[in-house]
């Protein structure tokens, strides 16, 4: 299992590299909640072998992007990122 880095969340963002260890604390945040909003006690590899690595990359990525932007703090994660931890946790209760 690969779970998407920093380096290459800052090149898609076209961030710069001085922003790395902000974006790893979000990296780490966004797996947590994934994780803790699907099944908190599991860990990450338990919660992507149930369900779906690219999906669970582009919930995380979803999730980092909102949070570096703000745009979190007005209304949400938004659409993007509710459908992603949505499916995230109906592939993984379907997987049980």
Do not use: P
Not at 21 to 33: C, V
Request: proline share 0%.
């Amino acid at each position: 299992m690969k779970i998407v880095t920093a380096d290459v969340i800052i090149n898609e963002l076209h961030l710069d590299s001085s922003e790395k260890s902000q974006i790893e604390s979000l990296i780490n945040f966004a797996k947590d909640y994934i994780v803790s909003t699907t099944d908190k006690n599991k860990t990450v590899d338990d919660i992507v072998a149930k369900t779906n690595e690219n999906i669970f990359n582009q919930a995380v990525r979803s999730i980092v992007s909102s949070l570096y932007f703000g745009s979190a703090e007005e209304s949400g994660f938004g659409v993007q990122s509710m459908v992603l931890l949505n499916s995230i946790r109906n592939m993984y209760q379907g997987g049980e």
